[in-house]
């Protein structure tokens, strides 16, 4: 079946420590997107691409980094300079271009830091 | 960068009464998405528009894409136990240069008492 899958969905860390997030789509999608959520609070864009080894910064960048080697691949690494990891992270994807598109999520990643 | 003001931010309502929720924006958008959220899981895609005055429906939710295009609402007709979530806003803004990129509302979270 058609769809994107992210993994883990609960992940524990010790401060200090980089850990990356893995995000697989098989839509054929160009764009993929990495969100963060915190409790009670909607989602802030962190990175996206619109093309394979192209991606920007969105609104909260800091202290993660990405790599879009493949089109199917978007995989996300919290760095130890960010202050505050802990937090749902969700992946998604669409097709790109100005054009009517529509964005399918994961299911999520729920990053703790210990 | 762009913003997204969805409103109420929660609501707690009776099981068989009518919801109503709206979003607006400084910005013309080009696209309105309206997703649900399960705890703890992805946010998943209800009613996408793509036309300013598109009024579309998908069971007892009904969406419309504002004539000016700067804003959406989402109606609940009848509601049940099972709308409990929170509903988010998303829109892509026209003729931006970051045209794969999504902005996302607060959120309104839903509880339906029985």
């Known amino acids: 079946d058609g769809g994107i899958t992210q993994s883990p969905k609960y992940l524990f860390r010790k401060e200090g420590q980089n850990v990356t997030l893995s995000c697989e789509q098989n839509l054929n999608h160009d764009a993929m997107y990495w969100y963060r959520q915190d409790p009670g609070q909607g989602l802030r864009l962190i990175y996206y691409s619109q093309i394979v080894n192209d991606f920007q910064k969105g609104d909260i960048a800091e202290g993660y980094s990405v790599s879009r080697e493949k089109k199917e691949s978007f995989p996300l690494t919290v760095t130890s300079a960010q202050k505050n990891p802990t937090a749902f992270y969700l992946c998604a994807s669409s097709f790109a271009g100005n054009a009517n598109t529509e964005a399918f999520f994961g299911q999520g990643t729920r990053l703790t830091v210990v | 960068g762009q913003q997204l003001n969805q409103s109420p931010q929660s609501m707690f309502i009776q099981e068989g009464e009518d919801v109503s929720m709206n979003c607006t924006s400084s910005?013309?958008?080009?696209?309105w998405l309206w997703y649900k959220q399960d705890p703890g899981e992805g946010p998943v895609l209800l009613i996408a528009l793509y036309k300013a005055g598109e009024l579309t429906s998908n069971g007892r939710l009904t969406a419309q894409f504002g004539i000016t295009r700067k804003d959406s609402f989402l109606n609940i007709s009848a509601s049940i136990p099972s709308d409990v979530g929170i509903y988010f806003c998303a829109g892509r803004v026209r003729g931006s240069s970051n045209t794969g990129k999504l902005i996302f509302g607060q959120g309104t979270t839903l509880q339906v008492k029985p």
């Open positions: 910005s013309i958008f080009n696209t």
